[in-house]
């Protein structure tokens, strides 16, 4: 390796790192304020709060490695072209696309890494950050409970007025409100002086011990002019046990099938193996649907119909309802009607079904796109942030962050449209996903064209001068010496 190309590099990988890692603490940060309510008042340990940030961080990648490679990339080459480092180097017949030879590999090398880390550690960060927020609770039960406000815990929610204890499991002035199965159901309400939770981390099991206490429960009155007067039961306890079960909750399990899939969890594999699954489930459901609702309106299948001229010799007349009496004709208007409004609620609910699976399959194509976009984002920002460096001329953290946030605005914002529009079907997954690519891929084009030909951003000369010989004639035809003659 040259000598140049290996200033090229350090000073390159340099920025790189310094921008990557203060970007990346400024989104940490965005994080911890996304989940402040998951974090604050419910008594959460270092080494808690600290798993919490460490399963959020890859998903971060994605965001911070563009924008990283995209302002590292204007400051390094806008400082070479301000220091006038690049006039040395065209002087002696090096040109940009040379300068940019080793960059161009270890970026290539840079998207393959981003590549794997999309597909492998971002799935299983994904998958760690989702058991550990529905685990948190069974890890330190008392957490799932914060002072002064109700919390949703299993099928109760409960409030408290104040905890203590070394875990936060003593607590005082406890309300509980038991979650009605069903509309008119039984409504229970539990307050207690003071109670304690005791929980087993092997166990899904929350046991909640209140003292001194009383309920009050409706009571739903069969006759329905009983239900005014609003009948309820009252009892006190001095000490009532409630189990409150939290492994719907808090499950916890090494199966990514138990989990609610995502597919945010699953890498390049896994997406093409569901999406096969999605999409031979979509495709059955909709044989089986046509095939129901033609036995339902009475079409059968062109291969089962058997023709004989001898049995249809007799031709039915134009109005079939002719052949029915005033009273037969309304039974078989109604029973028409009702068919048919039957037959079109079916339509229309298995219309919204088909749809909501094909939004799924949608999100899952986005999800599998993505992986190869992060790692196409990384060269596309190097093309657009190298030579947009040596044509502004300018290094620092002044005009290079302009440019860098407004490129990567447009970026994000492209990509985003592109992928809600995609998941809803208003465009294909794979063009909602490269759309940004795509618009910005001839910006790129175009830097790199006019860097390479010592051309500016826009010339300005061509909007300039004739405005500039506009006002010189208007100048001279209003000058004082023509005034006086």
Not at 147 to 152: I, L, R
Not at 452 to 464: E, M, P, R, S, V
Request: charge should be positive; include cysteine; glycine fraction near 4%.
């Amino acid at each position: 390796m040259k000598i140049l190309d290996k200033y090229l590099l350090k000073t390159f990988s340099f920025t790189f790192t310094t921008v990557f890692v203060i970007l990346f603490f400024i989104f940490i940060l965005q994080t911890v304020w996304l989940f402040i309510s998951e974090l604050a008042g419910k008594d959460l340990d270092l080494i808690l709060v600290v798993k919490f940030l460490l399963f959020s961080m890859p998903r971060i990648i994605p965001l911070v490695l563009p924008l990283s490679v995209l302002l590292a990339s204007i400051m390094t080459f806008g400082n070479l072209a301000e220091n006038y480092e690049f006039a040395a180097m065209k002087s002696s017949g090096i040109s940009l696309q040379r300068a940019m030879r080793v960059l161009i590999i270890f970026i290539f090398i840079l998207s393959i890494v981003a590549f794997w880390f999309a597909n492998n550690v971002i799935p299983y960060a994904e998958y760690k950050f989702v058991n550990f927020r529905k685990n948190i609770a069974q890890a330190k039960p008392a957490m799932a409970i914060a002072e002064g406000q109700f919390n949703d815990v299993g099928t109760y929610n409960i409030k408290v007025n104040k905890k203590s204890g070394e875990n936060g499991n003593i607590l005082k002035g406890v309300t509980i409100h038991e979650k009605a199965n069903n509309v008119g159901e039984n409504k229970t309400v539990i307050k207690a002086k003071d109670g304690e939770l005791i929980s087993n981390e092997k166990s899904s099991i929350l046991k909640l011990v209140l003292n001194d206490g009383y309920y009050y429960q409706d009571v739903t009155p069969k006759k329905y002019e009983d239900r005014a007067k609003l009948p309820f039961i009252k009892g006190a306890f001095k000490k009532h046990i409630i189990n409150i079960d939290l492994s719907e909750l808090n499950k916890v399990d090494d199966s990514k099938e138990s989990i609610a899939g995502t597919n945010a969890m699953l890498n390049v594999n896994e997406l093409r193996y569901t999406l096969d699954s999605l999409n031979k489930n979509m495709d059955n459901e909709i044989v089986s649907f046509s095939e129901n609702i033609n036995q339902r309106v009475g079409i059968r299948k062109s291969s089962t119909l058997v023709t004989d001229k001898k049995k249809n010799k007799k031709t039915l007349p134009s109005d079939l309802l002719s052949l029915y009496n005033n009273k037969q004709k309304i039974d078989v208007i109604k029973m028409a009607s009702s068919n048919v409004t039957s037959n079109e609620y079916s339509i229309e609910s298995t219309q919204k079904d088909l749809k909501d699976k094909q939004r799924e399959i949608n999100k899952h194509l986005t999800a599998l796109y993505e992986k190869f976009v992060i790692a196409f984002a990384c060269f596309l920002m190097f093309f657009i942030g190298a030579p947009l460096g040596a044509i502004i001329r300018k290094g620092g953290l002044g005009l290079p962050i302009v440019f860098a946030v407004l490129i990567f605005i447009t970026f994000h914002f492209i990509n985003t449209f592109g992928k809600r529009l995609s998941q809803e079907g208003g465009m294909t997954p794979f063009l909602g996903s490269w759309m940004s690519s795509f618009i910005l891929s001839p910006l790129a084009i175009l830097l790199t064209y006019r860097a390479t030909n010592d051309n500016g951003l826009i010339n300005f000369d061509a909007i300039t001068t004739p405005i500039s010989q506009v006002f010189q004639k208007i100048s001279e035809r209003f000058s004082p010496a023509q005034n006086k003659e």
